[in-house]
């Protein structure tokens, strides 16, 4: 479809990203704890989006899979259960505003100075155009069972000890 | 049938620009798969799930709503005349639906209105979302994603959050310990459930729902017999069943019950089981906002159904009915400007038959299976779905090496 599909990737793109950081915004001001923790689904699934929109589909439902399926619901399991909060930690008041700007600019200068200061032509390894990965499973696959093989196993490991580790507390003192 | 190409057709689509032709070409399979598939799903599926409890129970059900042809003035009862047709109850859900407009949206004081009012939009949603990537037939599936069968389970897992939303929005307790116990249940179950839907992964060696369709069409080896050769596996030979034999009968078994569990349906009902929290976190709920919540469910358990057909009982590409429409000596029929293939035609039925199966199966066992309790529901699952699940993928695995 020629220039149409840059034009309709970049729109998709900016709808994305609009959605990500707006939803950070909400998840960052939002008076509730409770409206923090469920805005971040529309930040999780913008992030997702831009994943699909540059083409890295397997990326993309890992992240719904990871962080919605798993860590949004454990966060807002953890507020709801947790019924001893004191009311005025319920509605969430920011308090730390100056150390919370000058974290969040030092991180976004330096990512930014990273990604620009990147010569990306030099890199062979790093794809330019969506059309250009094609389907990723297999080549994720491929490199996480060959180069990256005791990483993946380490992790796995990794996982393991925590979960035993995770049954032991939770199965407390009677045992 | 390119959907491109039939819009071109259109006069002055040539002056539309570039990326709007995208959207709408984008949007339009999505829209018809909402209005051809998921809203007859949703509104049969409440009258099917009425009559067949009736009949299993030796009661009538629904069977008076039907169609006026003709308006003969304000009577006590239309049933009898002629002008009436009943239809079997068959317009029923519409009745519902119209009954269900005309409710009160109440939000429960105290409740938080937003989140109460966001919560059953995402859990459709959610069950939307699956009919993006479930192949219907040849050349029906909305988008057959490369990830297609990680994506299914991935989207299936946001109902999850709208329960959770709904749970806290309604500020009651009944509601809230249901949406705790929803997420304790599903969260639980979703391992197996990932675990035996990587079996015919494995074996097909490919995420893509299309793939693992065109697989269970080939013949394949089983303890040194070559089963399903010479077409035999469109017959249905080549499901995924019958390869590396007993280990998918377990697999199929096991992600099915799976699949009940995150349904909520009976025995697998208890966050909204109400014997004991009033309806769980659907008690506050009422009018159309109730009313999504279970096309939400009849759509999710219809996307579930035709996964478990696709994952191991060959979808919509071999079966008996396939098969024997696959001999009709007719390759496309013209319909104005586009052909309908065939296959579509035999696709369709032989999808529809086994997921129509499966779907009557859920109703089945939701009718004469008891609630269980918590801690069997729990026990079930951590204790024998998950090591037996994690048994089947090593077989599977090892029989994918050995070429099955």
């Known amino acids: 479809m020629g220039t149409g599909d840059g034009i309709g990737i970049q729109l998709a793109f900016f709808a994305f990203s609009a959605l990500a950081v707006g939803s950070a915004l909400l998840a960052a001001t939002a008076r509730k704890i409770v409206h923090s923790a469920f805005s971040l689904l529309a930040t999780f699934f913008g992030v997702a989006g831009i994943y699909g929109v540059l083409g890295s589909d397997f990326m993309a439902v890992t992240q719904v899979v990871v962080y919605v399926g798993g860590i949004l619901v454990l966060l807002v399991f953890g507020v709801l259960l947790t019924d001893r909060i004191p009311d005025e930690f319920r509605v969430a008041k920011p308090r730390n505003y100056l150390p919370a700007v000058v974290a969040s600019g030092l991180t976004f200068l330096g990512l930014a100075w990273a990604i620009t200061g990147t010569s990306w032509a030099r890199l062979p390894h790093v794809l330019r155009t969506p059309a250009e990965a094609g389907p990723t499973t297999e080549r994720i696959a491929r490199s996480l069972l060959t180069d990256y093989l005791l990483p993946f196993e380490f992790s796995s490991i990794l996982l393991l000890v925590v979960l035993v580790g995770a049954a032991r507390v939770a199965r407390g003192g009677t045992r | ?404």
């Open chain 2, 1 to 404: 049938m390119n959907l491109s190409e039939l819009f071109g057709a259109i006069p002055g689509w040539g002056y539309v620009p570039a990326f709007v032709q995208m959207m709408v070409v984008g949007l339009v399979p999505a829209v018809l798969v909402v209005l051809a598939v998921v809203t007859p799903v949703g509104l049969l599926g409440t009258y099917a799930e009425r009559r067949w409890s009736a009949f299993m129970q030796d009661r009538l059900g629904p069977n008076r709503v039907g169609l006026p042809i003709w308006f003969d003035g304000w009577q006590r009862d239309y049933t009898n005349k002629p002008w009436y047709i009943k239809l079997w109850g068959l317009v029923q859900p519409l009745a519902d639906g119209i009954k269900l407009l005309g409710k009160e949206d109440f939000v429960p004081p105290g409740g938080d209105k937003l989140l109460f009012l966001a919560a059953p939009l995402i859990v459709f949603a959610g069950a939307l979302g699956m009919f993006v990537a479930l192949p219907l037939s040849y050349g029906l599936t909305a988008a057959d994603l490369n990830v297609g069968i990680f994506y299914l389970l991935a989207v299936g897992a946001v109902e999850v959050i709208g329960v959770l939303m709904a749970g806290w929005a309604s500020n009651n307790k009944w509601s809230l310990l249901g949406s705790m116990r929803e997420v304790a249940q599903v969260v639980a179950y979703e391992i197996p459930m990932a675990l035996t839907a990587l079996c015919p992964v494995l074996l097909a060696g490919s995420l893509r729902m299309g793939a693992i369709i065109e697989h269970q069409q080939t013949a394949y080896d089983l303890w040194g017999l070559t089963i399903g050769g010479e077409g035999l596996a469109q017959w249905g030979l080549g499901w995924n069943l019958f390869r590396a034999f007993p280990v998918n009968v377990v697999a199929i078994v096991i992600f099915y019950t799976c699949a009940l569990a995150n349904l909520k349906r009976a025995p697998f009902d208890l966050p909204e089981s109400e014997s004991e929290l009033v309806s769980g976190f659907l008690t506050e709920y009422s009018g159309m906002r109730w009313g999504l919540f279970f096309l939400g469910e009849y759509a999710a358990m219809f996307a579930l159904s035709g996964i478990t057909a696709t994952l191991f009982l060959g979808g919509w590409g071999s079966g008996p009915a396939y098969g024997a429409l696959m001999l009709v000596p007719v390759k496309e029929i013209p319909l104005g400007v586009a052909t309908l293939d065939w296959r579509t035609v035999a696709g369709v039925v032989e999808f529809s038959w086994k997921t129509c199966a499966l779907f009557l199966l859920m109703m089945n066992l939701r009718w004469t299976l008891p609630r269980l309790r918590l801690d069997q529901v729990m026990s079930l699952c951590f204790k024998y779905f998950v090591p037996f699940s994690m048994a089947c993928l090593l077989l599977s695995g090892l029989a994918a090496l050995a070429g099955a």
